[in-house]
């Protein structure tokens, strides 16, 4: 495994990693990530310590010690008002922009992520990725429940918007624990489940100081291992780490170029984070389609997730969701991959998978995903946007078709056209699914060509079932509520009831039946003569219905 990863991961230690890829850390964001922004004109974002010599410059007679110090004596001699504006002057909070390491951290799928930085360098990394977040520095904000696609900022010493709440003299860093308990514990909550790393802190940063303390005061042994990254750090800052009880991944390469050796860092990190979401299980359904999320994420598939607001998902999975069954697909909507920690790795890797997305556009919030599809999906996908205005959401070339005025997704021209759309898609695809098993076993990945072959087999049964149910009633009708989510035994018992296989025994089925579950529930590895077996059988069974 190790021997696989990119250059800089293979610094991190694989229980790290492990618990990065499974939502078990929590980010700290310091002054040297700032560092590291674009300012107009050439200018640079001080480190803290630089703030506080230039501060300290400024005060006649005054030796400087510490940068706290500092800006605790600025604050004296002209005001706390006048000490907040210099720092926002001085960090270039109205003009400075996020850099390429401020940018590649945003890409990450952490769903919660701490800083003591005062700028908005990291909310405006995130407005570029499109990606939802909520800042948090006040104690009521707690309360509230994070939404699966939104990140929880939290801004532990405030921001320059919010100078009361800033943490940046003597008086606020001593009083903070009085002054803030609940954000405190908050904190130390979060570090029991999770392990702690610090990106873009010095050992002499008061800020990295206080955490420490925190951790100490609230957990005492029994929080877990902390981290710093670090690039090119000499032997003694390491030690000096561990001594108070961080562990340093000590990146190779020179500080002038720690902006880019931590932009190629968190790239690979969010690569690697991706392949190992794409790896697992993301649902636990019974429907044979959704085993698809097993296959490699090359692989054609049939699922189709429906990029909704979480109010209308009710309305969409009883009106759309029985037509794009009926098409074959098998629909999967953001509830279906649970909440909690990581919902941002698993949606992520779950979209690697999709072969269709269908977008709400009347509702902002999925943008992201719609944006993260096209991302993800090198290999054309297909898109369909559902518009209150059709001509103001037309892009990329893909369809668009208007939703009701009314907002009733039961109208029947509106359900005809996405009907319609699904079907052609279907019909495109067609060819491609009847050759997947076989493509995926000549590649050596049996697992997958069984739960394809499965799949394939799934999609066969249904059409000819409700074909078969179309010439016995009205031709003209939609028989939709044939196709709801049946069993892979259900439409197999049915299949052999109606004579759609030929000489297909209940032996035959419940072999099947065992095989299926026992490689997608049970986990049994497929080796290649089963595989064939099982490829064979389908088949057989495929061309009976045909």
């Known amino acids: 495994m190790r021997d696989k ?66 800006l605790s004596a600025y604050s004296q001699a002209f005001s706390r008002v006048r000490l907040v504006e210099e720092v926002s002057r001085l960090l270039h909070s109205n003009s400075a922009q996020p850099g390429r390491v401020h940018l590649s951290f945003a890409r990450l799928p952490f769903d919660t992520v701490a800083t003591t930085n005062f700028d908005f360098l990291i909310e405006q990394s995130y407005s570029v990725a499109a990606r939802k977040f909520r800042t ?16 929880d900022l939290l801004k532990i010493h405030g921001d320059l918007n919010n100078p009361a709440r800033l943490i940046m003299t003597e008086e606020d860093y001593d009083s903070f624990l009085i002054r803030f308990p ?39 042994r029994m929080h877990r291992e902390s981290y710093a990254i670090a690039v090119g750090a000499n032997p003694d800052v390491v030690a000096r780490f561990a001594r108070r009880g961080v562990t340093v991944i000590n990146l190779p390469g020179s500080l002038h170029r720690y902006g880019d050796i931590l932009a190629d860092t968190f790239d690979q990190l969010n690569a690697a984070w991706l392949q190992e979401a794409s790896t697992h299980p993301l649902l636990r359904r019974e429907d044979e389609s959704s085993a698809q999320l097993e296959i490699p994420k090359e692989s054609a598939t049939t699922l189709c997730y429906f990029a909704v607001p979480h109010s209308k998902e009710g309305a969409y999975r009883s009106s759309l969701s029985p037509i794009a069954e009926a098409a074959g697909f098998a629909p999967i909507y953001g509830s279906d991959l649970g909440g909690g920690s990581n919902y941002m790795a698993r949606l992520t890797g779950a979209l690697q998978k999709m072969e269709i997305l269908v977008a709400d556009t009347a509702s902002p919030h999925v943008r992201y995903e719609l944006d993260l599809f096209y991302e993800l999906n090198r290999k054309r996908r297909s898109v369909l946007l ?21 907002g009733n997704l039961d109208d029947p021209a509106f359900q005809r056209r996405v009907h319609a759309w699904f079907r052609d898609k279907a019909d495109a695809l067609l060819q491609t699914y009847r050759d997947e098993p076989d493509r995926l076993f ?55 009831r109606l004579e759609l296989t030929q000489g297909l025994t209940r032996e035959e089925v419940s072999e099947l039946v065992r095989l299926r579950n026992s490689v997608i529930h049970g986990r049994e590895r497929v080796g290649r003569a089963q595989a064939m077996r099982t490829l064979r059988t389908v088949q057989s069974i495929l061309r009976a219905l045909v």
């Not at 948090?136 to 990140?151: F, K, P, V, W, Y």
């Not at 559902?386 to 009314?406: F, H, K, N, Q, W």
Request: glycine residues 8%; negative net charge.
């Open 5 to 70: 990863l990119p250059d800089y991961l293979k610094h991190f230690p694989k229980p790290l990693l492990d618990d990065i890829f499974h939502g078990r850390s929590l980010p700290f964001i310091g002054a040297g990530l700032s560092r590291n922004a674009t300012v107009p004109g050439g200018g640079v974002v001080p480190l803290f310590g630089e703030l506080g010599k230039i501060l300290a410059d400024a005060i006649p007679n005054f030796d400087y010690i510490n940068p706290t110090d500092a």
């Open 136 to 151: 948090i520095m006040t104690e009521d904000q707690l309360s509230i429940g994070a939404e699966n696609l939104r990140i």
């Open 182 to 220: 609940l954000f405190a514990t908050y904190i130390a909550n979060i570090l029991i489940r999770r392990v702690a790393i610090f990106i873009g802190y010095s050992l002499d940063d008061p800020d990295l100081r206080q955490i420490i303390q925190l951790l100490r005061e609230r957990l005492g």
């Open 386 to 406: 559902l518009a209150s205005d059709v001509t103001a959401t037309e892009e990329r070339g893909v369809e668009t078709i208007a939703l009701p005025s009314d």
């Open 442 to 496: 000549r590649s050596g990945e049996y697992q997958a060509a069984v739960i394809s072959a499965f799949t394939l087999l799934e999609t066969g049964l249904r059409e000819a079932i409700s074909e078969k149910a179309q010439r016995a009633t009205n031709p003209e009708s939609l028989t939709i509520e044939l196709t709801s989510r049946w069993s892979i035994r259900a439409l197999l018992d049915e299949a052999v």
